[in-house]
Protein backbone atom coordinates (compact mmCIF):
# COMPACT_ATOMS: atom_id res chain seq x y z
CA UNK A 1 0.00 0.00 0.00
CA UNK A 2 1.22 3.46 -1.12
CA UNK A 3 1.42 6.11 1.32
CA UNK A 4 3.13 9.14 1.84
CA UNK A 5 3.33 11.32 5.09
CA UNK A 6 4.16 14.48 4.75
CA UNK A 7 5.86 16.68 8.11
CA UNK A 8 8.06 19.98 9.11
CA UNK A 9 4.53 22.29 8.62
CA UNK A 10 4.70 24.74 11.49
CA UNK A 11 3.93 28.54 12.78
CA UNK A 12 6.37 30.73 11.84
CA UNK A 13 6.77 34.63 11.47
CA UNK A 14 6.88 36.68 8.37
CA UNK A 15 10.32 35.87 6.43
CA UNK A 16 11.08 32.81 8.32
CA UNK A 17 12.15 29.43 6.73
CA UNK A 18 10.88 26.00 6.98
CA UNK A 19 11.87 22.96 5.33
CA UNK A 20 8.96 20.27 4.44
CA UNK A 21 9.60 16.37 4.24
CA UNK A 22 7.96 14.22 2.32
CA UNK A 23 8.40 10.26 2.98
CA UNK A 24 6.90 7.40 0.54
CA UNK A 25 6.50 3.56 1.34
CA UNK A 26 5.11 0.92 -0.80
CA UNK A 27 6.48 2.38 -3.58
CA UNK A 28 9.93 3.87 -5.27
CA UNK A 29 9.50 7.45 -6.25
CA UNK A 30 13.11 7.62 -8.21
CA UNK A 31 10.76 7.28 -11.80
CA UNK A 32 7.78 9.17 -10.43
CA UNK A 33 6.67 12.64 -10.77
CA UNK A 34 6.20 14.04 -7.43
CA UNK A 35 5.08 17.33 -6.24
CA UNK A 36 3.29 19.76 -3.29
CA UNK A 37 0.76 21.51 -3.74
CA UNK A 38 -1.50 23.79 -1.08
CA UNK A 39 -4.74 24.69 -0.24
CA UNK A 40 -5.53 27.86 1.94
CA UNK A 41 -8.78 28.36 3.41
CA UNK A 42 -11.53 28.89 1.20
CA UNK A 43 -9.47 28.43 -1.91
CA UNK A 44 -8.78 25.49 -4.00
CA UNK A 45 -5.46 23.24 -4.00
CA UNK A 46 -3.11 24.54 -6.20
CA UNK A 47 0.33 23.64 -7.19
CA UNK A 48 3.52 24.50 -5.82
CA UNK A 49 6.05 22.77 -7.37
CA UNK A 50 7.08 19.88 -8.70
CA UNK A 51 9.75 17.80 -9.46
CA UNK A 52 10.18 14.93 -12.55
CA UNK A 53 12.30 11.82 -11.80
CA UNK A 54 15.01 13.27 -14.38
CA UNK A 55 14.96 16.07 -11.63
CA UNK A 56 13.42 18.81 -13.59
CA UNK A 57 11.23 21.19 -11.82
CA UNK A 58 8.84 23.73 -11.79
CA UNK A 59 7.38 26.37 -9.79
CA UNK A 60 3.98 28.31 -9.05
CA UNK A 61 4.77 32.00 -10.03
CA UNK A 62 4.37 33.17 -6.30
CA UNK A 63 6.97 31.10 -4.93
CA UNK A 64 9.70 31.41 -7.73
CA UNK A 65 12.92 32.55 -6.20
CA UNK A 66 11.31 31.23 -2.49
CA UNK A 67 10.63 27.63 -2.59
CA UNK A 68 13.05 24.91 -3.63
CA UNK A 69 11.79 21.25 -4.37
CA UNK A 70 14.26 18.42 -3.71
CA UNK A 71 14.39 14.82 -4.16
CA UNK A 72 16.56 12.38 -2.03
CA UNK A 73 15.56 8.79 -4.19
CA UNK A 74 17.45 7.19 -1.68
CA UNK A 75 15.41 7.60 1.22
CA UNK A 76 12.62 7.69 -1.06
CA UNK A 77 11.98 11.69 0.46
CA UNK A 78 10.85 14.72 -1.32
CA UNK A 79 11.51 18.24 0.39
CA UNK A 80 10.28 21.23 0.01
CA UNK A 81 12.35 24.45 1.17
CA UNK A 82 10.56 27.42 1.83
CA UNK A 83 12.07 30.65 2.68
CA UNK A 84 11.21 34.00 2.89
CA UNK A 85 7.54 33.43 4.00
CA UNK A 86 4.64 35.25 3.80
CA UNK A 87 1.19 35.47 5.51
CA UNK A 88 -0.41 33.88 1.73
CA UNK A 89 1.62 31.25 2.14
CA UNK A 90 -0.16 29.97 4.60
CA UNK A 91 -1.96 26.63 3.57
CA UNK A 92 -2.41 22.93 4.42
CA UNK A 93 0.49 21.30 2.26
CA UNK A 94 0.48 18.29 0.44
CA UNK A 95 2.80 15.70 -0.92
CA UNK A 96 1.74 14.12 -4.21
CA UNK A 97 3.20 11.56 -6.40
CA UNK A 98 1.78 10.35 -9.90
CA UNK A 99 2.33 6.42 -10.35
CA UNK A 100 0.97 4.21 -12.68
CA UNK A 101 -1.55 7.00 -13.96
CA UNK A 102 -2.48 7.06 -10.14
CA UNK A 103 -2.20 10.53 -8.15
CA UNK A 104 -1.45 9.90 -4.63
CA UNK A 105 -1.89 11.93 -1.70
CA UNK A 106 -0.65 12.20 2.25
CA UNK A 107 -2.66 14.10 4.86
CA UNK A 108 -1.24 17.24 4.87
CA UNK A 109 0.87 19.36 6.80
CA UNK A 110 0.03 22.52 7.85
CA UNK A 111 2.05 26.14 7.49
CA UNK A 112 1.10 29.26 8.66
CA UNK A 113 2.64 32.61 8.45
CA UNK A 114 1.96 35.70 11.00
CA UNK A 115 3.19 37.87 13.17
Known amino acids: QVQLVESGGASVQPGGSLRLSCVVS????????MGWYRQAPGKQRELVASITGSFSTKYADSVKGRFTISRDNARNTVYLQMNSLKPEDTAVYYC?????????WGKGTLVTVSS
Open 96 to 104: NMYYNGLNY
Open 26 to 33: GSIIRFND
